[in-house]
């Protein structure tokens, strides 16, 4: 069965003349953009795979070996690397800026877990491998590099489920990120099944923004989907783009405008009382969002306002574009593993044809996803205002089954058939589908809306002053810890103090090995509350993130509002 470039590389040259990539090259004050055409971006990635082949033989590395590739995630000689390497025939495993926050281990340890044989890094990294055994810096400067002058070796066969690329969660279990692997017929599906029901703008070539690093799958794999139906990607400064960047991509050619739910939301208001910006909606081929429900508000000033609207929903296992609300209380049945990171593609979409029906979608044809009836949820236990908005259908769980091109890498199912996504699902229509929230203990947070595994994010050894501990900030600027104490009166305040300074001692070098979104850094991220009082599931026992979050609003608040300062 053909390597994923067996596709990539014709389109590539079937393509030559357009614009593949518009690099972000002004500020944020000025943006402006350098255009790189398919013909261009071939022409690179052979000249650098050539560079490349004998100094990685040097390194004693063969073909489908896998080699992390450690980059800033921001420069474009960062996606040559990954599709050079791949032309080679090796699997690049790609490394992220965050993970210097944890250091060398990490690293190590991300290597260790599939097999890595060497690690290319940027300079930027230097003083973080210092001690792995079989390492080379990145070249930062593609003009150091001649024309191609030999002969490349084949692209080696691979079946469906050999891995093409490596990427990893956003976010930390037990103190290191998860590998998620991407197999070949996974990267197929996402270019030839999922991106042609996403664009739904026509025939011309769309022109949209990217999400994120080059180190991030969603933003990594747009030469695969983009590539392959003749597309182009803008990079942005930064993934929560503002309104004076987003006019300036309008004007250099943007027709496709993706953006997480929140930040479409920041958007709308620009758009209120903007002209500009109204304007400039209104003449997008077509405006989606992802990652969490739209308000009920936004929602419906999109459909008055006559805005080619459309929403995705995927998860980083199954399909392109998973920053997916990750917010509730595990199933009784169905105890989802959640390996999340920014992706690109989808299981469901909704019709651009037909805006009035937001926020429901149907499942993207091709796509072998089932619906499973849910037991155990309670829909007063629905992620954020999905009870009001429940229209008294029944909820289901998202299957993908093992014979699914979409189905995940069988190191990450976590069913031997298969693989349940933990989202919740309510059926609006026949055939329609609203997303209705998690059932697992991730949630999105920090600046830049990383995941985060509350369950294991917190590894304190007083336990013995402690009754029990809650995480929350989903779509916040941190994360705060609830806490319950065994004896602690929560109105004496040198004993709250006390205890404060405690749990931040003893969690301290656990702490280190996280995420920065991830890490209680001040007392006042920890908030002591009397025992018992944190509400609680009623067959379980669980504590309620969202009554949780209700019942301690303004001190939460508050906090978090502390926490954009810092």
């Known amino acids: 069965m053909p390597h994923f470039l067996d596709y990539v590389l014709p389109a590539l040259k079937k393509y030559s003349d357009r614009t593949l990539i518009k690099l972000f090259t002004g500020t944020q004050d000025a943006p402006s ?46 996606l040559v690397y990954l599709y050079a390497l791949a032309r080679l025939g090796y699997i690049p495993q790609m490394l992220n800026k965050s993970m210097a926050v944890q250091g060398n281990p990490v690293i190590k340890d991300m290597l260790a877990a599939t097999h890595g044989k060497a690690v290319l890094y940027d300079p930027f990294f230097s003083d973080f491998v210092t001690d792995i055994a079989v390492s080379m810096p990145l070249i930062t400067d593609l003009s150091s590099v001649g024309p191609l002058s030999r002969t490349l070796p084949d692209i080696p ?147 008055e306002n006559g805005i080619p609207a459309t929403v995705i929903y995927a998860t980083t296992e199954a399909g392109l574009f998973s920053y997916t609300i990750l917010d509730h209380d595990e199933l009784e049945d169905h105890k989802a593993d959640p390996f999340i990171l920014c992706n690109l593609g989808g299981c469901f979409v909704s019709d651009i044809s037909d805006v009035k029906a937001l926020p429901s979608m149907h499942i993207i044809e091709g796509i072998k996803c089932k619906l499973l009836p849910t037991s155990g949820v309670n829909k007063i236990e629905l992620d954020g205002d999905s009870e009001n908005r429940a229209r008294g259908g029944q909820l289901y769980d998202c299957f993908i089954p093992v014979d699914a091109d979409n189905c995940p890498h069988r190191s990450i199912r976590n069913r031997p058939d298969g693989h349940i996504t933990g989202d919740i699902f309510e059926e609006t229509a026949p055939g329609l589908y609203a997303f209705r929230g998690r059932n697992d203990d991730w949630i999105r947070t920090g600046k830049t809306l990383s995941f985060c595994d509350t369950k294991h994010v917190i590894t304190i050894s007083c336990t013995e002053s402690l009754t029990d501990i809650f995480l929350v900030g989903h779509y916040k600027p941190g994360v705060v810890l609830l806490v319950e104490p065994t004896t602690v009166d929560p109105a004496d305040d040198s004993a709250v103090s006390g205890l404060k300074a405690k749990i931040l001692e003893r969690n301290d070098p656990f702490n280190s090995r996280l995420f920065d979104h991830e890490r209680i850094k001040h007392a006042f991220q920890i908030v002591i509350v009397s025992r018992g009082t944190l509400p609680r599931t009623m067959e379980k026992g669980n504590i309620r993130r969202k009554a949780t979050e209700d019942q301690h609003a303004d001190i939460l608040e508050a906090t978090y509002a502390r926490l954009k300062t810092w």
């Open 157 to 303: 066969n691979a079946t469906d489920d050999e891995i093409g690329i490596i990427f990893h969660t956003s976010g930390t279990t037990s103190g290191k990120p998860k590998p998620v692997p991407e197999t070949h017929k996974w990267l197929r599906c996402q270019a030839q099944i999922q991106w042609v029901a996403i664009w739904q703008g026509g025939s011309e070539q769309a022109v949209v923004n990217n999400l994120g690093s080059f180190a991030n799958v969603g933003s990594a794999t747009t030469i695969s989907y983009l590539g392959w139906s003749g597309h182009c990607l803008v990079q942005t400064s930064k993934p929560d783009i503002d309104a004076h960047e987003f006019l300036a991509m309008v004007s250099d050619g943007l027709n496709f405008v993706m953006l997480y739910a929140p930040w479409l939301s920041k958007l709308i208001s620009v758009a209120r009382t903007d002209r500009k910006v109204y304007d400039a909606l209104r003449g997008m081929r077509q405006v989606t969002y992802t990652g969490a429900a739209l308000n009920p508000e936004d929602e419906q000033w999109l459909i």
């Open 33 to 78: 953009w350098k255009s790189i055409t398919y013909q261009q971006f071939l022409d690179d990635i052979e000249r650098l795979a050539g560079f490349l082949i004998d100094r990685l033989a040097e390194l004693g590395l063969k073909q489908k070996d896998v080699v992390g590739v450690w980059i800033t995630g921001g420069k474009y000689i960062d």
